[in-house]
């Protein structure tokens, strides 16, 4: 019978962990309750958890709030991950007049010199072929580093997120499974996924497949500034399921996505942008809802397989975001999949 | 000698109960997967007769005082805190069972719930 481990530096007599992390979310989070704590408010700490003989690091991050609980006499402890100092710091210049700019720099430059406002350090950055604020420099002023940093990266439809280790990546991450022949398969810094293991009915506790096209967008608009515009649409959508485009929304009926973006000024930028976002959204939603057997492995972003002989499953799937939920009533890890 | 701190009870029964916490999870495969979270201190459970009204008052103190006190046993000793004790006075005219005591003091029977203290 597998032990349940659990160790964080600092902490004592663990009751419970819980650590989330997931595509859409800007920082992954970790709730801690335990007898005691030697950690405070600010303090950086690290969550390696799972069984006596397999047990990884989930989590690192700062301690955000500390609470205490009556009558058990517990500590709940909230932490997130080191994105959270880009969250938390708001660029203001003293000066108005001249705000914190850049100009003629690559993306994902651009994004590196703002994070490095809130003393972030650590990167691992692919290159984009992005060039932004060419002929006008973009200010970035009264709004959050994250924030912005991240509207970059929408913009060219990359990912910003920061690791277990806490390492920040910023790269050609599709919140989908990742194969050749896809639409987008031509993009720099396009790489394969390759599945890092796979999970049948022995691990399965639930899982549930779903379609929808809530999310397709099959027509997006960008606007620069000013006189800068772009906008690209198509009828039919990916379906990640026969890897080839089907009429999917009713015929000549288009959703559309925009985003005005400050930092654009030329139309080939534009353009680029508008033809990535629509490689991203326009496809069928095929999504599931999985439960199992917890497994440390298991992080948002990894591409896994799943094998269920009830739903006739055999394919791969990628976390969109995945939940370790580790106490006395075991230890589990619940994902959302995206195809 | 049995004594919870200085009082002296006079044990008829005396049982101990240990526990893992073991939580099951069952996957679509089949079977039960156990987990094994870790283990309850052991929890003890006497029952013996008290000499006198200050003795118990003594023991029904312990409930609600938070402290850890001493059990001395024939077997192992330690640290307990006393989690629950329930009384009922015996139908006695003349104790004999403490000769250090006054042949006229009632005597209880109490139930005593220990948790250990590692």
Known sequence: MPSLYCDIDGFSNIISANVQSGHPSSTSSAVIECISTTKDIGDFIEIDLGYSDNHKKVFSGYIKQKSNKAPENTIMITANDVLIRAMDYFVVSSDPETPFTRQ????????????????????????????????????VNLISAYDYANSIAE??????????DGVIHFLNRKPYVMVSGQPDDAQPGFVADSSLKTIDDSNILEFDLRYDERDLRNRVVVYGTSGIFASVSRATSWNPVTDTYQQILPADFYKTIAAAVPFIDTIEMAQKAADYNLQLYNRLGVKGSLSILGDPDLLARKVITVDNTILGINTTFYIYSAEHSWSKGGYNTSMELRK | MWMVDTTRIYVQEYQ??????????????????????????????????????????????????????????????????????????TPTLYQTLDITRDCEEPVFIVNLELYYNA
Do not use: C
Request: overall charge negative; hydrophobic content about 40%.
């Open chain 1, 104 to 139: 003629n720099i690559k993306a994902e430059d651009f994004i590196q010199d703002i994070l490095e406002l809130a003393g972030l350090t650590s990167f691992d950055f692919d290159a984009t072929d992005f060039t932004l604020a060419i002929s006008v420099p973009a200010e």
């Open chain 1, 155 to 164: 913009y060219v439809a990359w990912h910003l997120y920061a690791d277990e």
């Open chain 2, 16 to 89: 101990t109960d240990t526990k893992q916490i073991i939580a099951r999870l069952n996957p679509l495969g089949g079977g039960t997967v156990h987990h094994l979270f870790g283990y309850e201190d052991p929890i003890a459970k006497l029952e013996g007769y008290v000499v006198g009204f200050d003795r118990v008052n003594l023991l029904r103190n312990m409930t609600n005082d938070g402290d850890l006190h001493f059990l001395t046993t024939p077997y192992a000793s330690g640290y307990f805190y006393i989690n629950s004790m329930s009384e009922k006075p």
